[in-house]
């Protein structure tokens, strides 16, 4: 059982050891004076929020002075770069107007004004800071790019849009080395996201306490099968149904779907309201999110509490849902798609699939077979314990430092 009342470092010590700590520390102390700037474009939902709701206290308590802004902006940008977030992972159908390119381009201007980059270390997430840096004439700090997305087949004119400002960075983080073109090797640098495991959404919840949780919203009468995601096409949701349709043929269940509505996701509503439609009147699928009360720490007990996780994506930088629930020792059924192969082992700790009637047998075999869905569940803890708890995202961060300073 995690303590989650501990300082950070002290509770983590409890899980990975006071050797690794120690290194930790003598790594962290060679940048104790140095400022470490993070700029994303906004502070709720998503993985990159949260990711950094964690990663600053840590670092801070590593005695780093790490901060972290967000950039404002009109809401007509988010749906440009929502835009651009579906062009990067590969819708080819996407056109992008005159008009939308200067908006793009000029919002970069605005938030290099907003934010003010004087820090020793900046880290730009995602494509839509991603040309702020054509701005920064001094360039004292080190610059670095961290996408998050999936961009190994990019529609061409998005990419065109961003590939300019790449090699005006000094670093290049990407989940898998495989989502980058190869002219950017050079500088390319490949760290997994990570999950923080005392945070609400993470933090260990006695079973009886979750089963009350979520009882708040659904029965507990079935089985359970879940997907945690953003309302997303890349997601799948409507895939998600198809399976539940499957394997409702053959036993009795209850789906439940489960997302956050982010600020800069403006199609998430859209699609929230397509999921419902497809769902229909099927009284055995729940379809939740943060407007219903859903929140992190609901996530949690109801990651606990399903028999079967999916993450049915069609593309995938990572995957953090999979990660929590794998984190939880639930059995996950996901997409044989990007980052989530870098969490799955096929057959070992989980199931990859590649369509619908694939996911609907394994969901079958793990509801048959709850021994060795109890083992895949122990086996894929492990995994992320290993590799992708945030203290390790942050030892990464602290090694490239070291590389490009």
């Known amino acids: 059982m ?56 840590l670092m801070e308590e590593l005695n780093l002075n790490a901060e972290w802004k967000i950039f404002t902006a009109p809401d007509s940008f988010f749906k440009i770069s929502k835009k651009m977030h579906n062009a990067l992972q590969g819708n080819m159908e996407i056109q992008f107007s005159d008009d939308e390119v200067s908006a793009y381009l000029s919002q970069a201007k605005s938030t290099y004004e907003q934010i003010q980059p004087k820090e020793d270390f900046i880290i730009i997430h995602d494509p839509q800071p991603c040309p702020i840096i054509k701005f920064e004439e001094r360039k004292e700090g080190k610059w670095i790019w961290r996408c998050h997305i999936d961009t190994s087949n990019p529609n061409p004119q998005a990419w065109d849009l961003i590939s300019d ?69 890349w997601k799948d949701p409507l895939g ?16 439940c779907l489960i997302g956050s509505l982010a600020h800069d996701d403006p199609e998430g509503v859209e699609w929230l309201e397509k999921v419902k439609n497809y769902a229909g009147d099927d009284p055995n699928i729940n379809v939740l999110s943060n407007l219903d009360g ?25 995957g953090l849902t999979v990660t929590e629930a794998m984190w939880k020792g639930t059995p996950v059924i996901g997409g044989n798609v990007g980052g989530i192969k870098l969490q799955i082992e096929n057959g070992v700790n989980g199931f990859l699939i590649n369509e619908v009637d694939e996911a609907a047998e394994k969901v079958l075999f793990i509801l048959k077979n709850p021994e060795i869905a109890k083992k895949m569940g122990i086996k894929g803890r492990e995994k992320i314990k290993n590799e992708f708890l945030l203290i390790k995202h942050v030892e990464n961060y602290l090694d490239l430092f070291s590389v490009i300073s």
């Open 2 to 57: 995690e303590d989650n009342n501990k300082p950070i470092l002290e509770a983590y010590q409890s899980l990975v050891g006071k050797d690794q700590i120690t290194a930790l520390l003598k790594k962290a102390k060679k940048f104790e004076n140095n400022r470490i700037l993070h700029v994303n474009s906004t502070k709720f939902g998503g993985g990159v929020a949260e990711i950094l709701t964690n990663m600053i206290p």
């Open 165 to 233: 400002y790449l090699p005006l960075y000094d670093a290049l983080i990407f989940t898998k080395k495989e989502y980058a073109k190869k002219e950017l090797e050079n500088r390319l640098h490949q760290i997994p996201p990570s999950i923080h495991p005392f945070s609400d959404k993470n933090k260990y919840l006695e079973d009886e306490e979750a089963k009350k949780i979520v009882e708040k919203f659904v029965p507990l009468d079935l089985p359970l099968i879940t997907q945690v995601s953003r309302f997303d096409p």
């Open 240 to 255: 998600v149904i198809d399976v539940y349709k499957k394997v409702k043929e053959k036993v009795p269940i209850r789906l």
């Open 294 to 318: 859903v929140a992190d720490l609901e996530v949690n007990a109801f990651q606990r509490v399903s028999d079967v996780i999916l993450q049915k994506s069609i593309r995938e930088g990572f």
